[in-house]
Nanobody, 117 residues
Framework: VQLVESGGGSVQTGGSLRLSCAAS?????MGWFRQAPGKEREAVAT???????NYADSVKGRFTISKDNAKKSLYLQMNNLIPEDTAMYYC????????????????WGQGTQVTVS
């Protein structure tokens, strides 16, 4: 499965961005992770094939994950962005694992940069 992200960019504090991830095949679980310089990759939000989302506490109420199964696409709507959200954002997918540990996801996109100033 190949994953291609798009939608990153630079915004000011309080701004919004929408990330998209196009998948070449079906997977049961998908998610968004991010990694800032010098920090470990962390889960932002994950979603299973039933549409049940899970969010990191730091983004609850600001970010919304969604998926379009017909288009094999994953989205992340990010509102009220703050500088601490600055990171490379990665789309991830797995045939079975839907948790929050990056090491268990099999498929990864190349990442898209989000910068909040």
């Amino acid at each position: 499965v190949q994953l291609v992200e798009s939608g990153g960019g630079s915004v000011q504090t309080g701004g919004s961005l929408r990330l998209s991830c196009a998948a070449s095949g079906w997977t049961r679980c998908m998610g968004w992770f991010r990694q800032a310089p010098g920090k470990e990759r962390e889960a932002v939000a994950t979603i299973n094939d039933g549409g049940s989302p899970n969010y990191a506490d730091s983004v609850k109420g600001r970010f919304t994950i969604s998926k379009d199964n017909a288009k094999k696409s994953l989205y992340l709507q990010m509102n009220n962005l703050i500088p601490e959200d600055t990171a490379m954002y990665y789309c991830a997918a797995d045939l079975d694992y839907c948790g929050g540990f990056a090491r268990y996801f099999t498929y990864w996109g190349q990442g898209t940069q989000v910068t909040v100033s």
